[in-house]
């Protein structure tokens, strides 16, 4: 007999997970990134909601319900609760279900270029899940690029979900058979691993040395990497400037060609500024050719060699 409700916002991630939190196990302190996101979510959720009900198709809308509990019960037993962002009704009558998530800018794009099932399959499964709670046949997924650059107004991305019965019977399948193996003390096989899924690596998950001991222990490991959670921070902060850098170099690109097409040698006054053009002609040397046609030993006496270190940062989710 299933005697506890699991929570519908974590019905998608890793049961193995779920249980070890139900059960009150111990992992490593939640790491400070995941808390400033959850933060962030808090911060974006009602900006984000409120511009859906303007931009979505159909509207506008209205928003209500807000944070409105749900319950789920299965076989006359509650199995799952949760607390959805908000419902909006639209001037025909139309009421929709509206989820709002503020992601970084690698998750944006991969939700986008993927699709919600592929891209995050623990939010897909949370909007259809509420969706059956509330009796809707529609949601939507409202997201938004936290780091969208300064210079413009938020990215969003809009997808519409229509609910799935199958989908959801399955769902609630699984869900009442991992709550019984909480509640009978039934140990579940991690169905991840380090090896093949970052998200089941420190900091993602707080109980990787719970269900591989040996992972970080194993120095016959070639893709395991030492732990460092004070470095985390600095590295985000590197690759998001980076990221914003070469963004902005991109559209400063763009409008340099613009003021090219309107500008030629004779200068132009724009406002407090002077534009013009000119021709700048450069000299390179054709590497190459030099080698064919000058001595390796004059050649090796020209060269100057020089060496430095080079920073390599790429996602955990590649190794």
């Given at each position: ?5 699991l929570?519908v916002?974590s019905?998608g991630?890793c049961p193995?997970?779920?249980e ?5 196990v111990?992992?490593?302190p939640l790491?400070?990134?995941?808390e400033?996101?959850f ?5 974006h959720?009602?900006s984000?909601l ?13 928003l209500?319900?807000?944070q409105?509990?749900v319950?789920i019960?299965y076989?006359d037993?509650?199995l799952?609760?949760g607390?959805?962002?908000g419902l ?6 139309v ?11 690698r ?7 993927k ?22 046949e529609?949601?939507y997924?409202i ?7 300064k210079?413009r107004?938020?990215d969003?991305?809009i997808?519409e979900?229509v609910y ?5 019977e399955?769902?609630?399948k699984r869900?009442?058979?991992l709550?019984?193996?909480i ?11 380090p090896e ?5 690596r ?20 070639p ?5 460092d959670?004070e470095?985390?921070a600095?590295?985000e ?12 170099q991109?559209i400063r690109?763009?409008i340099?060609?613009q003021?090219m097409?309107r500008?030629?040698?004779e200068p132009v006054?724009?406002g ?11 000299e ?11 001595p390796a030993?004059v050649?090796q ?8 270190q ?5 996602p955990?989710?590649?190794e």
């Open positions: 007999m299933v005697a506890m409700a929570r916002s019905a991630a193995r997970r779920i070890l939190e139900a059960w009150g111990e992992g490593l790491w400070e990134g995941s400033r996101a933060a962030e979510g808090n911060m959720e009602q984000i409120e511009w859906a009900c303007e931009y979505l198709p159909n509207g506008p809308y209205v209500h319900s807000q409105k509990e319950s019960f076989h037993k509650e799952l609760v607390h959805i962002d909006a009704t639209n001037n025909e009558g009421t929709v279900l509206l989820e709002a998530k503020a992601l970084a800018k998750a944006f794009t991969e939700i986008r270029e699709g919600l099932k592929e891209a995050h399959p623990q939010y897909f499964t949370q909007v259809q899940l509420y969706l059956y709670a509330l009796g809707l529609k949601g997924l997201a938004r690029n936290k780091d969208t650059p210079t107004f938020w969003h991305y997808e979900v799935d019965a199958e989908f959801v399955a769902e609630l869900l009442e058979e709550a019984i193996k509640e009978q003390g039934v140990e579940i096989e991690p169905p991840f691993n093949d899924n970052w998200q089941c420190q900091p993602w998950c707080p109980y990787t040395e719970k269900c591989f001991p040996e992972y970080y222990k194993n120095s016959r490991q893709k395991t990497a030492k732990v959670m470095l985390s600095l590295v902060q590197y690759v998001e400037l980076g990221e914003e850098i070469s963004e902005m991109e690109e763009g340099k060609e003021i097409e500008v030629g040698s006054m724009a407090e500024y002077v534009v013009y053009t000119k021709e700048r002609i450069t390179t040397i054709d590497t190459k050719k030099v080698r064919e046609v000058v030993e050649l006496g020209l060269m100057k060699v020089s060496r430095s080079v920073l390599y940062v790429k955990a989710a590649e």
